[in-house]
Structures are given as C-alpha cells and as structure tokens.
C-alpha cells in the first residue's frame, strides 16, 4: 500500500470518528480531506470509503459483531470506525484483505488507536475469511440488513408502501449518487459549463442543472474557483425554481444559502436568506463572494423575524426534518433519527410556516419545502396551517413533480407546498 493511500485511509477515519461525536458528514469528510493534503485520486478514496462506510452501517456491524467478545456500541469510537471501514473495504469494495488488514492496523496509530492494533488486525482478519453471514429470518430484519437501513425505518415503510415498494425505495436509497451542480446563470452558460467538464451531463426538466458521475473533489473542477456553479441537489434546485421572481424574496431557515443564491440568480430584487446558525451565515457568505451574487444573509430566529423584516413577496421555508428523502446523498441521517423524531419535527414546522406566513405580505407566496416524505414533515404541518390560518394552497405543479399529494407535491427526495396569504 502506498504511502498517499495510508495516508487516505488515515483520513478516512478521522471524518468517521467526527460522524461518530455528532458532526454531519459532508462537514466531517471536508474537513478530514482539507487537512490531509491528498492527490485527487487519494481523496476519492478517502470519500468512498467514508461515505460508503455510513451507507452500509448495519450491514457492516452484522458482520463484524460474530467477530467480537463485546458489543461493538462498547468498543472507543476510533476502534468502532477502524473495523467498520475495514470491513466496508472487505465486503462492498472487495479489497485484498492484506492490504485491507494491514492499512487499519497502521491507520490505528494514526488517529490515537495504537493500543487496539491486534484487536483490529484480529477481527478483521476473521470477516475476511467468513464474509457476511446469512441473513435473519424475519423479511423486515433481513431488508433491514440486506440494505442497511434502520429496522424500525424499514418496518415503517414496509406498513406504508407494501414490501416491493418498500424494497424498491431501499434499494434505491444504497446507490451512490451522481454530483449535481447548478450554472450560475449570472456567470455561465450551460453549455459552457458542459463543455469545460466532458463528464457532465444536462439534467432534464431543469435548465441550470447538469450531473457528474465521477467528480472528485469539486473544488478541483474547472470554473469552481470562477464561481460558474454550486453544488445543488435536483430536488432542491426544483423548489427553488418554483420560487416566483417578485420584487421582495427572504428564505427563512436558510441553511448555507444554496437556495437563497439561487434567487439570486433568478431575481433582480431584494434576497436575504436568515438562518440561526452564525457558522451557516459565515458559510453562505463565502459562497455569495465566489458566485458573485447580490445577496444578504442575517443570523437570526425564522420564528421571530415578523416585524424585523419588511413584508415579503415571496418567501421560501426549507424546514429542517429528518431528511429521510435524500439518505442516497446523506446517509449518516438516517442512523440519527428515531420514529418520535418525527412528530416532534412536524411541530417546529407548523411553528416555523406559521412565522413565514407572517412576514409574507397579503397576496404573496409562501414556499414551504422539507427533504423528506414522511406524513408527519409534509402533510400533517401543511394542513394544520391551513386550518388555523387565512392562507390558501396553489395548486400548480412544480418542475419535476413525480406525484400529487393530498396537499402539495412529492419532487425528487423532496415535498413541496406552496401557500398564498391572505
């Protein structure tokens, strides 16, 4: 194993141990491969191996606990995430298992595991020889490890779509998606873009979005560093896109901007996207700067801006939830959530919708927008708003609709209503 690729698996598991104390995993990854200083190609494995690792969690602990005389759970976090992504390369990479064995024992040392070596070389040598065992008997158990989703998710869905749908929908959620990217239209062209980037290509239904299936490292793409693109999901590019262009636009619980700059792109009048967390400004911030884009951003709470805002024409909510519809692209959340999570979700995003309706000036619109498709994040908020408030539903299909809700629509990963006030 060369040096550069120890060095890969070495930052591998410090994003895996930040995932483990709580970091989301886009933020654990990028600041693991930051500090690391790898090649292109190191740093594609570095993410595969992360990435790939929490895609296939359970998976992974059902092999590797056969293997081990206590819990895994017990086991310090470096050594959990040392076997995991040992165990990920042995069995979805299907690695040399001496290379594989050999890197975790050195990558030990490396992220202040020494002392667990032989522990590590052990175990992992065991997987290698005996692979993954059968599979349990129960038909929601064994999709649950077939596919590596939480058993209480799996039974969810199973009870709301039937098992082949359910099946499907899990299946699908384990493929590794494609990098989606928006044109800055103020910067760009489509075609220019395509053209600077042969692997690229245009995503249908969407004018400003094109798709990599092998891209790296973004920061390395010709016309990153011009601002020629943002990274975007489809479905998210589609609410945004739904968004009308009115003179006054504000998104509340704005997150890292994408979709406030998008307006950006779109509108010639006032865009400021709000947002509690000071580090998600500072983050949209650098964004607008590298895009060249007439936005403001303000740390503040979503749920107090009536007042402090002017009345919006439109405003736009991307709640926070469980974010369930886009685990393909997130796969850490959905070893974060708990069926209660849900419920309680529902309540901060009636709360929330309620606070946009209020800086939304009579006749405006309001866009409400969650990556989930669980009743309790879509449905059940839209319709509680409705039923205590003056404004109305529009019913007009946005780009990309795949199915009409009893209220709103269900996008790619997403849901999407949009309300006009009263």
Not at 149 to 165: S, Y
Request: glycine share 8%; charged share 25%; net charge neutral.
């Amino acid at each position: 194993m060369s040096a550069s690729g120890a060095l890969a698996r070495v930052a591998a598991a410090r994003a895996g141990i930040q995932v483990e104390a709580g970091a989301h995993l886009p933020q654990a990854v990028d600041g693991a491969l930051r500090s690391a200083e790898l090649a292109p190609r190191d740093r594609g494995l570095a993410t595969e191996i992360a990435y790939g690792t929490e895609r296939w969690r359970s998976q992974l602990d059902y092999a590797l606990e056969p293997h081990l005389r206590r819990p895994l759970s017990t086991l310090e976090p470096a050594v959990r995430t040392l076997l995991r992504q040992g165990t990920y390369q042995l069995l979805r990479l299907s690695l040399p298992a001496y290379a594989v064995v050999d890197s975790a024992t050195e990558a030990a040392q490396g992220v202040g595991a020494g002392r667990a070596r032989g522990l590590v070389n052990a175990v992992l040598r065991r997987v290698a020889e005996r692979g993954l065992p059968d599979l349990p008997r129960d038909p929601v158990r064994a999709l649950a490890v077939r596919y590596a989703h939480p058993e209480w998710l799996v039974r969810r869905w199973v009870e709301q779509l039937g098992f082949e749908a359910a099946q499907e929908r899990l299946r699908e959620n384990q493929e590794t998606p494609p990098l989606v990217l928006r044109v800055n239209r103020r910067r760009a062209a489509r075609d220019e873009v395509l053209q600077a980037l042969p692997s690229a290509q245009p995503v249908e239904g969407l004018a400003y979005a094109i798709e990599l299936r092998a891209a790296g490292d973004v920061r390395a793409l010709a016309g990153y560093g011009e601002g020629r693109f943002q990274v975007q999901d489809i479905g998210a590019q589609a609410v945004g896109e739904a968004v009308g262009q009115a003179g006054r636009f504000a998104e509340l619980a704005c997150g890292r901007g994408t979709k406030t700059l998008q307006q950006a792109e779109r509108q010639d009048g006032e865009v400021i996207g709000v947002d509690l967390d000071a580090r998600r400004i500072r983050e949209a911030e650098q964004e607008r700067t590298r895009l060249g884009l007439d936005a403001r951003f303000a740390q503040g709470d979503a749920r107090e801006m009536a007042g402090v805002l002017p009345a919006q024409d439109e405003v736009l909510l991307d709640a926070p939830c469980s974010a369930l519809g886009v685990v393909r692209r997130r796969p850490d959340a959905k070893w974060r959530r708990r069926a209660q999570d849900l419920q309680a979700n529902g309540a901060l995003q009636a709360e929330l919708l309620r606070a946009a309706l209020a800086v939304c000036r009579s006749g405006g619109v309001v866009t409400y927008a969650v990556c989930s498709q669980e009743p309790e994040e879509t449905l059940v908020p839209v319709r509680e708003v409705l039923q205590d408030s003056l404004a109305t539903m529009i019913e007009e299909p946005p780009p990309l609709a795949q199915a009409k809700a009893a209220l709103g629509y269900f996008l790619p990963g997403m849901y999407i209503a949009q309300l006009r006030q009263r």
